[in-house]
């Protein structure tokens, strides 16, 4: 996606360091050569990564020790404020804002270094805009990244650029930027379809966004043709199971559920149970459920409930004769929950390449809000 590679940012691609046991002790006693202490703190780090183990603490001691070799205005310092910027883990305002100066931080350096239309300060507003406080600002952070990408005379990186402005805006911001994400998305399509191979990454990336955009504005045969379009890719292009392949099988099966055509998903049940692995160790997942209605005379008591129910998983993946194995709450629980289960699909088991009935239990929860 990125035009250049930053100095120091870390993928997958690096080659396989030894780890080293991070020592406070032992960097500490090298104070007095920040560049020793820097090197070994930037070698646990990349350790850390290839583990994918104390990542953030050993970004955060890089980015530190770092910076006290090659200041606060250098390229270095930087990238490796955005290596400790992806390195954060877990969610909250002080962690968001935390994300966030650190990206501005290196914005700051690499735009006064290479300049505000620079491509280099692109990584750094991606990250502003996927932590900004709000929607306005991410948007304009992503408006400012298109500007950029258009200066480069690279219409292919342009529709990159607004397809990942997209993806960004309809995870972070989708009621209030909804009408910006589509405009990027559909830009970024129209590119792929007409000067990509069928079938490409971006293409493909294009297709599930665009199907989660139609099955949100209730668009189901939209979205079903653009989830049929990924399938199709992997079944002709690909002799193994891909992520990817499997996603666009599960969400098939639910769209094809809201339209009560089950015939249909169960072509796509049964994709999805040769690509799984049966594991007796676990229950089996639906594939598509609809949630039990809260019983109506219930709710004037503002009661709980639960029912534990088990039942037959069909070839199909059909759930077949429900049983009420225990319950609390009395029988309209139990209606409820039965008339839910009989809807949910599953993928079956497969046994010697073929597939069989199953058993298989789950518990429902009735809980009101007080």
């Known amino acids: 996606m990125k035009p250049q590679q930053l100095a120091l940012f870390v993928g997958l691609s690096l080659s396989a360091l030894s780890a080293t046991t991070l020592s406070t002790q032992a960097l500490a006693s090298q104070a007095n050569d920040p560049q020793r202490v820097f090197s070994q703190a930037y070698k646990n780090y990349l350790a850390a ?9 050993a970004a955060e ?25 992806k390195a ?47 929607a306005y600002q991410a948007d304009n952070y992503l408006e400012q990244i298109i500007e950029i990408a258009e200066t480069q005379n690279n219409p292919k990186f342009v529709a990159d650029m607004k397809l990942e402005a997209a993806t960004l805006l309809a995870k972070n911001h989708s009621h209030k930027k909804y009408r910006e994400a589509k405009n990027y998305l559909e830009a970024a399509d129209e590119y792929y379809r007409e000067n990509v191979p069928n079938g490409s990454v971006e293409q493909i990336k294009a297709d599930f966004l665009m199907a989660s955009f139609a099955e949100g504005r209730k668009r189901y045969s939209q979205a079903i043709e653009r989830l049929n379009n990924i399938v199709t890719v992997f079944d002709e292009n690909l002799s193994f199971d891909h992520s990817a392949e499997l996603t666009a099988h599960s969400r098939l099966v639910s769209l094809y559920e809201k339209q009560g055509k089950s015939d249909e998903a169960t072509k796509h049940c049964l994709a999805i149970a040769q690509m799984v692995p049966w594991k007796e160790s676990q229950q089996q997942t639906p594939l598509y459920r609809v949630h039990p209605e809260y019983p109506k005379n219930k709710a004037r008591f503002r009661s709980d409930g639960s029912v534990v129910m088990e039942f037959e998983v069909d070839t199909a993946g059909f759930v077949k004769n429900p049983k009420v194995l225990s319950s609390e709450g009395g029988s309209a629980f139990e209606k409820s929950a039965q008339a839910a289960i ?7 088991k497969f046994e010697d390449g073929k597939p069989v009935s199953a058993v298989t239990q789950v518990q429902l929860d009735f809980k009101i809000n007080r």
């Open 61 to 85: 001691l890089a980015y530190t020790s770092g910076k006290a070799v090659y200041g606060k205005n250098d390229d270095n310092t930087a990238n490796l404020a955005i290596n400790y910027a």
């Open 49 to 57: 990564v290839k583990a994918d183990e104390n990542v953030q603490q």
């Open 342 to 348: 009989e809807q949910w699909r599953y993928a079956p």
């Open 88 to 134: 954060i883990n877990g969610y909250g305002t002080e962690l968001t804002e935390q994300r966030f100066n650190l990206y501005k931080e290196a914005h700051t350096i690499l735009a006064g270094n290479h300049g505000e239309q620079s491509v280099e300060v692109i990584d750094a507003l991606f990250g502003q805009a996927n932590f900004a406080p709000s």
